[in-house]
């Protein structure tokens, strides 16, 4: 089954632990992104990655680090810095630079809550 | 700034009425942008992109460059049509995504 696999669904936190959240894909593409969905705020870019063992910031990075050591996987890690963790975090991918550059593939989300 | 703005956080219409999603972006070179969808309980998915000046679903957009808007529209709504919908800008290398906005139809 071909697509973007995110995992856990659900996990709880305590306040001061870090957490990491998996996304692995099978499509064969270059392009990895985490976004932030929260209620009347949209998406928002964490973190993206056009290329292996290369990422960029995105627009909310404060907090969040990454990795991208292989070209199916992309963690992402909710560090402890990060001060308002609960929220449903969605994974991505994409063919990368060119005119498909805007079709990205979403994975189903992983719902953080912090306790 | 590169913005997307989508000022309805709600659009709650008839079936059979028309419909019309609100998006203008802010970007200072030639964008692409895109609509993407939600269905409940489904993925983010995408729905059009302008470059393709496709319909989908029986919707439209079109790319106003000199209002800097690029409005989701249907003539007549069916109840399969709510959902979350998202209106997105791409910069080279990333995808900016608007608020969105959730279209109810009813029936």
């Known amino acids: 089954d071909g697509g973007i696999t995110q995992s856990p669904k659900y996990l709880f936190r305590k306040e001061g632990q870090n957490v990491t959240l998996s996304c692995e894909q099978n499509?064969?593409?270059?392009?990895m992104y985490w976004y932030r969905q929260d209620p009347g705020q949209g998406l928002r870019l964490i973190y993206y990655?056009?290329?292996?063992?290369?990422?960029q910031k995105g627009d909310i990075a404060e907090g969040y680090s990454v990795s991208r050591e292989k070209k199916e996987s992309f963690p992402l890690t909710v560090t402890s810095a990060q001060k308002n963790p609960t929220a449903f975090y969605l994974c991505?991918?994409?063919?990368?630079?060119?005119?498909?550059?805007?079709?990205?593939?979403f994975g189903e989300g992983s719902r953080l809550t912090v306790l | 700034a590169q913005r997307v703005t989508q000022p309805e956080k709600l659009l709650s219409v008839f079936k059979g009425a028309p419909v019309e999603l609100k998006c203008n972006y802010s970007?200072?070179?030639?964008?692409?942008l895109f609509w993407y969808v939600q269905y409940s309980r489904q993925r983010l998915q995408l729905l059009l992109r302008?470059?393709s000046r496709e319909s989908i679903k029986g919707f439209t957009a079109d790319l106003n460059k000199g209002e800097t808007s690029f409005h989701l529209k249907k003539p007549f709504a069916q109840e399969e049509d709510s959902a979350m919908y998202y209106c997105?800008?791409?910069?080279?290398?990333?995808?900016?995504f608007g608020q969105g906005t959730t279209l109810q139809v009813k029936p």
């Open positions: 970007y200072s070179g030639s964008p692409e």
């Open positions: 499509l064969n593409h270059d392009a």
């Open positions: 991505a991918s994409s063919k990368g630079q060119g005119t498909n550059t805007g079709e990205l593939f």
């Open positions: 990655s056009q290329i292996v063992n290369d990422f």
């Open positions: 302008h470059i």
């Open positions: 997105a800008l791409t910069p080279p290398g990333k995808l900016i």
